[in-house]
Antibody, heavy 121, light 107 residues
């Protein structure tokens, strides 16, 4: 069974940092592009960042560019999101999601349950 | 790049619900649809405009025409009440875009 389990969320002060992890199981992690998608409380889905299967290609939304870094460890079947210079507007549930498209067009066939990040003083 | 959905759609059980999504890149890029129930992660219900993943009921279908894609739910059931999001990419495949979401209410 495909499973994606996020962790690392919590309460952090503005300007602080947090590192999210997503543990993958039930599939060949190293064969898939992976993404982070977030959802502020009561709001819609917003794409954050993506990484290709071997970690050599990454891309992020303008709103997080220069502050967030996506990475992966295929040996440990784990996806990461390093979040620096956090702002109140980054408060959201962060989902990791699997992309079966092989880079030809992006979509998400499996999602984790999400981890809540709250940025507040 | 933006994609536009109606904020809400309401239908009675057994009727057909249609949720539209418009975006300039849709003639060039596939559209995808997700269902999200309160407190849960999204679930893919339509991919590549009109394909249905395994396990998704046949009453869910998708179509595309020009800059508009449509999710159709035939014979709506109470369990279909949820938020629905369309998703695509910009013309150059540099970013992923979601529509604002449509709340489907089953009366």
């Amino acid at each position: 069974e495909v499973q994606l389990v996020e962790s690392g969320g919590g309460l952090v002060q503005p300007g602080g940092s947090l590192r999210l992890s997503c543990a993958a199981s039930g599939f060949t992690f190293s064969s898939y592009w992976m993404h982070w998608v977030r959802q502020a409380p009561g709001k819609g889905l917003v794409w954050v960042s993506r990484i290709n299967s071997d970690g050599t290609i990454t891309n992020s939304a303008d709103s997080v560019k220069g502050r967030f870094t996506i990475a992966r460890d295929n040996a440990k079947n784990t996806l990461f999101l390093q979040m620096n210079s956090l702002r109140a507007g980054d408060t959201a549930v962060y989902y990791c999601a699997r992309d079966p498209s092989d880079g030809s067009g992006y979509y998400f066939d499996r999602w984790g349950r999400g981890t809540l990040v709250t940025v507040s003083s | 790049y933006e994609m536009t959905q109606p904020p809400s759609v309401s239908v009675s059980p057994g009727q057909t619900a249609r949720i539209t999504c418009s975006g300039d890149a849709l003639p060039k890029q596939y559209a995808y649809w997700y269902q999200q129930k309160p407190g849960q992660a999204p679930v893919l219900v339509i991919y590549k405009d009109s394909e249905r993943p395994s396990g998704i009921p046949e009453r869910f279908s998708g179509s595309s025409s020009g800059t508009t894609v449509t999710l159709t739910i035939s014979g709506v059931q109470a369990e279909d009440e949820a938020d629905y999001y369309c998703q695509s990419a910009d013309s150059n495949l540099t970013c992923v875009v979601f529509g604002g979401g449509t709340k489907l209410t089953v009366l």
